[in-house]
């Protein structure tokens, strides 16, 4: 059971130009969502977050768009970079047994092309 | 802020032995800390969830008595993998949050390799 998913595996877009990745979830008991960017052998990282009360969520370059009622939310890069090629990873986050659990989508890679 | 540590960052071990891999929150007093498993293009999936002083939570299908697991402090958390086989290879992720965050701060991973 899949409760986070991330349709596109991969994503390529030209530097400069803005990179929307999308990510749905199916429990309605998650309150926040968080994007994280990860390279790989390494952790990942937080980039931005956003919480179920919201619906837009900016810092910087990246925005994290939220729909609660289509389930569903993206992160805007704009404008893209090459240092932003990378895993990308949207996670939901609940409360359960007392501890703030996150449950990952299973990524996209990003491609920025100069 | 919010720096976490792990060590070692890789590791190869016989089958049969036990391995012991720590995670440090450096900069900040970690209120739970997180065990996460990833297996090659796979996403992240959380094993076990831990607070000091206190038993730690294991997910479903997740063997306790294989992935034991020590909070000895606000900043510490272990994770022993006892009787590895080659099927435990993976890489490890632990991560931690802080008082009143939603955020969770990673661990640079461990790379087992169980031979």
């Known amino acids: 059971d899949q409760q986070v998913k991330q349709n596109s595996p991969s994503l390529s877009v030209q530097e400069g130009r803005i990179s929307i990745l999308n990510c749905d979830y199916t429990?309605?008991?998650?309150?926040?969502f968080l994007w994280y960017k990860k390279y790989p052998a390494e952790g990942p990282t937080f980039l931005i977050s956003i919480s179920s009360i919201k619906d837009k969520n900016e810092d910087g370059r990246f925005t994290v768009f939220l729909n609660k009622s289509a389930k569903h939310l993206s992160l805007h890069i704009v404008p893209s970079q090459p240092g932003d090629s990378a895993v990308y990873f949207c996670?939901?986050?609940?409360?359960?047994?007392?501890?703030?659990?996150?449950?990952f989508g299973q990524g996209t890679r990003l491609t920025i092309n100069p | 802020g919010a720096v976490v540590s792990q060590h070692p960052s890789w590791v190869i071990c016989k089958s049969g032995t036990s391995v012991k891999i720590e995670c440090r929150s450096l900069?900040?007093?970690?209120?739970?800390m997180f065990w996460y498993r990833q297996f090659p293009k796979q996403s992240l999936m959380l094993m076990a969830t831990s607070n000091e002083g206190s038993k730690a939570t294991y997910e479903q299908g997740v063997e306790k008595d294989k992935f034991l697991i020590n909070h000895a402090s606000l900043t510490l958390s272990t994770l022993t993998v006892t009787s590895a086989h080659p099927e435990d290879s993976s890489f490890y992720i632990c991560s931690a949050d802080r008082v009143g965050g939603y955020e969770q701060y990673f661990g640079p991973g461990t790379r087992l390799t169980v031979t």
């Open positions: 900069d900040f007093q970690a209120t739970t």
């Open positions: 996670a939901a986050s609940r409360l359960d047994q007392g501890a703030q659990k996150l449950v």
């Open positions: 429990n309605s008991m998650f309150d926040y």
